[in-house]
């Protein structure tokens, strides 16, 4: 059976929202969010990476377009988050995420470098982020998380 032309389109969406979850539960709620993401994004060859980083989600998703629009279409009408907006939404012509089946990375104080290089230490504002920086932020963050996971692995 063919598949239609726009299910071979890889489509990358980038948006971010406020976290509406309180605070004692958000490791575990974030924890629960990853494991349904890796379940249901696998299944639909959906990558990319979540971003928690104080009270903001940022999150890439790359994948056949009708994945990655009807993935997004079911996270926008989550409860555990509101004000979704969209800072990227484009065709690709690869992935800038292949090999994260969605981890999630809460930024930490060591990395501070990584918003000081991207001039967003003052006020952690992605409202306010072009879809190239939020990509940059992201891959940034990618970055980090390959070289800590060589580096445990030793
Ligand atoms: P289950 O995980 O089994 O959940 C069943 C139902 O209960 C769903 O409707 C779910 O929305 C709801 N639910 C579960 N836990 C809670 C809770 N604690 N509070 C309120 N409602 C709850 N899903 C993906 O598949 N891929 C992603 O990349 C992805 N990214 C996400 C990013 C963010 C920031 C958030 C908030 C959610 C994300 N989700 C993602 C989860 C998504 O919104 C759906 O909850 C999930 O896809 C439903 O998976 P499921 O059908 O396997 O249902």
């Given at each position: 059976m063919g598949r239609?032309?726009?299910s071979r389109t890889l489509h990358q969406?980038?948006?971010?929202?406020?976290?509406?979850?309180?605070?004692?539960?958000?490791?575990r709620e974030v924890e629960s969010i990853v494991h349904a993401s890796i379940r249901n994004n696998r299944l639909v060859d959906v990558t990319g990476l979540l971003l928690v980083h104080e009270g903001w989600f940022?999150?890439?998703l790359e994948g056949p377009t009708e994945?990655?629009?009807?993935?997004?279409?079911?996270?926008?009408?989550?409860?555990?988050h509101e004000d979704c907006k969209v800072?990227?939404?484009?065709?690709?012509?690869?992935?800038?995420?292949e090999d994260w089946n969605m981890c999630a990375r809460r930024m930490t104080p060591a990395d501070d470098a990584i918003l000081e290089t991207l001039s967003m230490r003052a006020s952690f504002e992605p409202y306010a982020l072009t879809g190239l920086q939020v990509l940059r932020l992201l891959k940034s963050?990618?970055?980090?998380?390959?070289?800590?996971?060589?580096?445990?692995l030793g």
């Open positions: 239609t032309p726009g969406l980038i948006y971010t929202s406020r976290v509406r979850i309180p605070w004692p539960d958000q490791d940022v999150q890439a994945a990655v629009l009807a993935t997004y279409s079911r996270i926008s009408e989550d409860p555990r800072l990227h939404a484009a065709p690709a012509e690869r992935r800038s995420f963050v990618r970055g980090i998380q390959r070289r800590t996971q060589l580096a445990a």
